[in-house]
């Protein structure tokens, strides 16, 4: 009789080797599709993040249009194969293993911003910058975007998040969002108020659905105005945050009750440091690569901050920057 234990290892091996198969057989008939250059076996994806940390993804995939990243998904669908959709890589945290499925980068058509016929609104793809969609809007004089002019990823993950900044939040400018099923068999259209919105969230992050482009709806000012109120804005994120180090913006989102940086900061844990990360001393709601820092110093940080905080306050800070292939909680002794 076969002892439990050697069991569930031989079962955890075979997992292990079926999801490799499974890569494997998916970035097969993805090649049929996507060019070889665009397709990236073992790629660092501290190449691919605003951390500058991560270990190599089993395939980096670059897709350039609708159709394109249809066929990916739809390749991954049929053969089970782990995948994540991956944008300016702002807020991720990707473990020194890597990650062992195929990461899709939107590129190409995705990066495009364009007026549309309601002259107070604009569509922008997935993985067009904030900051060249703020650039766009204050030069033909629509507002309301200022807020998310210096935030640094993209709106896909903007919209997938509810990202926001001084005040303002992504869901209050979409007015639809175009989506694609996460298998990649269908596409639709959803007004901005069936989004799900709420603080750093929305329904896309439940749903499994692709972000492709987002209909923003602004308001008319001048541009000068305008780009006087996003200077003002970027002064202020350039004095208070640590814009000179590598990290993945806010650590940690604002509690029920009171804001996370203001926590850190009461229990004493500005400059907290492990290996290469660290607690910014410029802000306390960064944690920062300070040099050299690998995944594994980054949670422990985040581990310490949240303990601390949580004996200080009795508040429980959850994670705001994504955890890819790596946990806050310990692993356990081999």
């Known amino acids: 009789m076969t002892d439990k234990k050697t069991k569930e290892t031989r079962e955890n091996i075979s997992d292990n080797k079926t999801g490799r198969d499974r890569v494997k057989a ?10 070889e250059d665009r397709c990236l076996k073992d790629e660092p994806m501290s190449k691919h993040t605003s951390f500058r940390i991560g270990g190599p993804a089993a ?8 159709d394109e990243l249809a066929a990916v998904l739809q390749a991954c669908a049929t053969e089970n194969a782990e995948h994540i959709i991956v944008g300016n890589g702002t807020n991720f945290l990707v473990a020194d293993e890597g990650y062992p499925g195929i990461m899709i980068h939107l590129a190409g058509d995705f990066e495009t911003v364009e ?16 900051s060249g969609i703020s650039a766009f809007l204050t030069e033909r004089g629509l507002a309301g975007f200022e807020f998310a002019s210096g935030i640094p990823g993209s709106l896909g993950g ?6 926001g900044a001084y005040g303002g939040e992504i869901g209050d400018l979409v007015e639809s969002v175009r989506l694609m099923k996460g298998d990649g068999s269908s596409i639709t259209e959803l007004p ?12 896309v992050e439940d749903s499994g659905m692709i972000v492709l482009s987002a209909v923003l709806r602004l308001i008319p000012d001048a541009p000068d ?14 004095a208070k945050q640590p814009v000179n180090y590598p990290s993945a913006g806010s650590t940690f989102k604002r509690p029920a009750n009171g804001f996370a940086a203001a926590l850190i900061d009461e229990a004493g844990l500005k400059g907290y440091r492990v290996g290469g990360a660290m ?24 581990r310490h901050v949240r303990d601390k905080v949580m004996q200080k306050s009795g508040i429980e800070l959850e994670p705001e920057v994504r955890l890819i292939n790596c946990s ?3 692993k356990p002794e081999a």
Request: hydrophobic share 55%.
């Open 59 to 66: 395939l980096f995939v670059q897709v350039f249009t609708e």
């Open 328 to 330: 806050l909680q310990l």
């Open 225 to 238: 105005a305008i780009a006087a109120r996003v200077a003002e804005l970027q002064a202020k994120r350039n």
């Open 26 to 35: 998916a970035a097969a008939r993805i090649a049929d599709s996507i060019p």
């Open 279 to 302: 607690v910014s001393e410029k802000h306390a709601g960064f944690v920062i690569n300070a040099g050299g820092a690998t995944a594994e110093d980054v949670l422990a940080v985040m």
């Open 192 to 203: 901005g108020s069936e989004m799900g919105f709420a603080y750093r969230h929305s329904s």
């Open 158 to 163: 903007a919209v997938f998040m509810n990202a």
């Open 115 to 130: 007026e549309t016929d309601d002259a107070c609104c604009v569509r922008a793809g997935a993985a067009k910058l904030l």
